[in-house]
């Protein structure tokens, strides 16, 4: 979901350094949080993890530009449930910080956008899991319905932002929302396709039982809350 270079511009990036600025400051207490019960090795590991797969959804899985931005197989949710939401917080800025530097650098400046937009819906459904997944659950025992919850809530947040951003940056005009409705509308698959993937990557790490308790993954996959 980059958003194409001069989507948003001037000072009206100003607002996009706010947003990522309150961003990153939730990443980090996130990211206290998950040092206090875990350690920071672990947290360490784990971004680093996190890191690399956002970096290989990003480059390597299929990608394409439609109207305002392009179409990604982000798999946020995969990252949150397997990994936890400070290191997939982290990893998924660190990704896109990375390719922007050095494989994409023409959407570097569109990093307070882009940033924003993949983690503000991120720190989303980490709220909605609370409500979606009972206590006694571990991620691992996730149901369809429950993985599709989770997954419809973060990309329809990347969609929701993506088209703030147009329109706050492009205003109102007619061939700025049919190509805002484009890009929604080819975001579809992804809605269609992420929650399988996701359980996808859950029934293998039940049948791994031996990560239980390793730096690898969250406490909270094989355990309940």
Known sequence: MHIEPGIVDGAKMGLAVVTATGVGAYTAKA??????HNGT?????RAALATVGTFVFFEVLPHFAVGVSEVHFILGTTLFLILGLAPAAIGLAA?????GM???????????VNVTTLLVPLFGIFALSKRVIAPQTAYVDLSYGQALKLSAAYQ??????VAFWAIYGQGVGAENLSNVAAFGAAYM?????EPLADLAVLAGAKALRRLDGSPFVTPRLHNAA
């Open 156 to 161: 329809g947040g990347v969609v929701a932002w």
């Open 189 to 193: 698959l992804v809605v269609l396709i």
């Open 95 to 99: 990704g896109l910080l990375i390719q």
């Open 102 to 112: 050095f494989f994409a650098p023409s959407d570097l400046p569109m990093f307070f």
């Open 41 to 45: 090795a672990a947290l360490a590991l």
């Open 31 to 36: 990211a206290w949080d998950d040092i206090r």
